[in-house]
């Protein structure tokens, strides 16, 4: 080979192990963030025993979806219960005058209040239709990742062929491989996004992942 080619591969080397010291901090890191989360020391070992396997998704019936959302979700129970707060304050100010400042900022919390309670509901069913939304997008998404996977594949096995036979060079040969390796990345990447995307429908229409501040 020429003295170029080699010292271009010995680059490639170079580079390529560089991306694997990134990749390796990037794991321990997550590592670490993933023991700090669940209170474990941060140098426990994690060792990674489930699958990355396609969850089931739930049969949607939308409107369903809403009236359990209305019925659970702490955003609307949060937003009821600040509307009797903010009554009982409003109560307490009426030995003021109306036009004193305590008695107009409470009367502006109420009011606020009151819009609040008026439009979460609204924003939950916007939310649910969107999660439901997602997840026809998720797994839309997810199908293109395997087609893509199984394009790579099938261009690997012809590239092989032709290697075999001499008619392709060991570079588009190493170029095939990385192409499947990197669709094999994107098909995780996709299940890993529509799994979440299920787990984020489930939750929205039961109790939610969140609640509002008083």
């Given at each position: 080979l020429a003295k170029k080619d080699v010292l271009s591969a010995q680059s490639a080397v170079t580079a390529a192990q560089s991306s694997v010291n990134a990749a390796e901090t990037k794991l321990e890191y997550a590592k670490m963030s993933?023991?700090?989360l669940l209170g474990y020391p941060i140098m426990q070992p994690v060792i990674f025993t489930d699958a990355l396997d396609v969850v089931t998704?739930?049969?949607?019936?939308?409107?369903t979806s809403i009236e359990n959302a209305m019925a659970k979700r702490n955003e609307v129970k949060g937003t009821q219960f600040a509307?009797?707060?903010?009554?009982?304050?409003?109560?307490?100010?009426k030995e003021y005058s109306q036009s004193t400042s305590v008695y107009l900022e409470e009367e502006i919390a109420l009011?606020?209040?009151?819009?609040?309670?008026?439009?979460?509901?609204?924003q939950i069913e916007i939310d649910l239709r969107n999660k439901a939304s997602g997840l026809e997008d998720k797994m839309a998404a997810l199908?293109?990742?395997?087609?893509?996977?199984?394009?790579?594949?099938?261009?690997?096995?012809?590239?092989s062929i032709s290697y075999d036979a001499g008619m392709t060079t060991l570079a588009e040969l190493q170029q095939a491989q990385a192409n499947v390796y990197k669709a094999g990345l994107g098909v995780s990447a996709a299940i890993s996004d529509?799994?979440?995307?299920?787990?984020?429908?489930?939750?929205?229409q039961d109790v939610g992942t969140s609640r509002l501040s008083l």
């Amino acid at each position: 080979l020429a003295k170029k080619d080699v010292l271009s591969a010995q680059s490639a080397v170079t580079a390529a192990q560089s991306s694997v010291n990134a990749a390796e901090t990037k794991l321990e890191y997550a590592k670490m963030s993933f023991n700090f989360l669940l209170g474990y020391p941060i140098m426990q070992p994690v060792i990674f025993t489930d699958a990355l396997d396609v969850v089931t998704s739930p049969a949607i019936d939308i409107d369903t979806s809403i009236e359990n959302a209305m019925a659970k979700r702490n955003e609307v129970k949060g937003t009821q219960f600040a509307v009797q707060i903010h009554k009982i304050l409003m109560e307490s100010t009426k030995e003021y005058s109306q036009s004193t400042s305590v008695y107009l900022e409470e009367e502006i919390a109420l009011k606020s209040a009151e819009k609040l309670a008026k439009d979460v509901p609204v924003q939950i069913e916007i939310d649910l239709r969107n999660k439901a939304s997602g997840l026809e997008d998720k797994m839309a998404a997810l199908e293109a990742a395997k087609a893509m996977k199984a394009y790579a594949e099938e261009g690997y096995r012809l590239i092989s062929i032709s290697y075999d036979a001499g008619m392709t060079t060991l570079a588009e040969l190493q170029q095939a491989q990385a192409n499947v390796y990197k669709a094999g990345l994107g098909v995780s990447a996709a299940i890993s996004d529509y799994d979440l995307a299920v787990y984020e429908f489930k939750y929205a229409q039961d109790v939610g992942t969140s609640r509002l501040s008083l």
